[in-house]
């Protein structure tokens, strides 16, 4: 099994790691520093020599994680230079594999290809693949100019189409997959131009597939720039403004992500899956169940006390599951909706389960199983 593979850039050198190679910290573009903040990611420079990639790369830079307090802090590692991604492969011999390319969650403000959720080694080992991690910029860095975090994803593709083949996998059998703003992120995909060929399938889990307006990101925009006293004219100024203070900036800002600009993402990925202007691929979409709970964990960490779940709070809850059940026929009542499926389920379970953000309404999923029945029969064709 190599562990030296020859890329179009470089060579590079990975380690084995329990029955894969992994490849960790793989420049797919140059460092997005300097003049290249805030620009479209451009293609890594060649480098002599042998490059070892037995370590993963920096985090985009990011604030502190709201999760920290219980399950760490998400991105210890971190550094403006951080457009790399991790791959684990099963193998180099035989028939191509096939790839998992995996976008990770966080808001578009936190997470890294590095966090221990990130497993790419079972699932290469388990499943025979190649499993591909992608790198992108968070926040204003990925998301001030519109959109270059998302093109920093498609950067990622690009290397993947290009590259994996060198290191066992098959480039016509890639699959795009995401949690939260990652699965939200892989839906833009599917809705940008940019993205067509680069992927034939993709797994969106618990994503609210939510971007902003024009409108929208134009108002956050300008709060960021406020809190950095400067006026909209001053934007230049970001490119020389310390790491420290954008990131200070931002997190009083209400956030920065993917925006509708009409020519990146020229729709939402709602309305392109409606108006038959999304990817027609394979899709798997869901949610994981109760993932909410997280949110208890972090009320109840030592820094904040967790308040108890009131009446009030269930009343809430209650009213919640009965407008669900007036849009869709599954559900009808609150104590359906509780993941126990007891008679007597608990309150807080009750409010866990018909609160999660990131559960879709029943809305959301008819317009998502109709994009799916729509791929599934042009596939058909």
């Known amino acids: 099994m190599p562990l030296v593979v020859e890329t ?19 420049p797919f573009a ?6 290249l903040r805030f620009a479209a990611p451009q293609r890594a420079e060649p480098w002599s020599g042998l490059r070892e990639c037995a370590e993963p790369a920096p985090a985009a830079p990011q604030n502190v994680s709201r999760f920290a307090p219980v399950l760490g802090e998400r991105a210890e590692k971190q550094s403006e230079d951080c457009l790399a991604l991790d791959l684990w492969t099963a193998g ?9 390319v995996f976008v990770h969650g966080g808001d578009f403000a936190e997470g890294a290809t590095a966090e221990s959720c990130v497993r790419g080694r079972r699932l290469a080992r388990g499943g025979d693949l190649v499993v591909v991690s992608l790198s992108y910029r968070l926040g204003a860095l990925g998301f001030f100019a519109p959109n270059v975090g998302l093109l920093d994803l498609v950067a990622g593709l690009e290397w993947v189409r290009d590259e994996v083949d060198a290191f066992g996998g ?4 890639v699959t795009v997959f995401g949690h939260g703003a990652g699965a939200t992120a ?23 597939y939510a971007v902003d307006s024009h409108e929208t ?29 954008l990131l200070r900036a931002q997190a009083s800002s209400g956030g920065l992500r993917p925006v509708v600009d009409g020519e990146i993402l020229p729709r939402a ?54 407008t669900a059940s007036r849009r869709s026929s599954a559900s009808a009542s609150p104590r359906a909706a509780s993941p126990t499926r007891r008679a007597r389920a608990a309150p807080r379970s009750i409010a866990t389960a018909s609160t999660s953000p990131a559960r879709p309404d029943a809305a959301t ?17």
């Open 170 to 173: 098959d480039s016509s059998r």
């Open 217 to 245: 990101a134009e108002a956050r925009r300008a709060a960021f720039l406020r809190n950095l006293d400067l006026l909209p004219r001053d934007a230049a100024k970001l490119v020389g403004i310390p790491l420290e203070d």
């Open 365 to 381: 999923r008819a317009r998502f199983t109709a994009w799916s029945c729509r791929s599934s029969s042009a596939l058909a064709e």
């Open 186 to 208: 892989a839906a833009c995909l599917l809705a940008m131009p940019r993205a067509r060929g680069l992927f034939q399938r993709a797994i969106l889990a618990s994503g609210s």
């Open 269 to 322: 990925p709602l309305a392109a899956a409606e108006a038959g202007q999304s990817a027609l691929l394979p899709l798997v979409i869901g949610t994981a169940r109760d993932e909410t709970r997280v949110l208890d964990l972090v009320r109840e960490s030592p820094a904040r006390p967790r308040p108890p779940r009131s009446s009030a709070s269930l009343r809430r809850a209650r009213t919640r599951c009965s």
């Open 92 to 100: 180099f011999e035989g028939v191509p594999r096939p790839v998992l």
């Open 30 to 35: 140059r460092a997005p520093v300097g003049e």
């Open 8 to 26: 179009r850039t470089g060579r590079v050198r990975g380690r084995v790691d329990r029955g894969v190679t992994a490849f960790r910290g793989v």
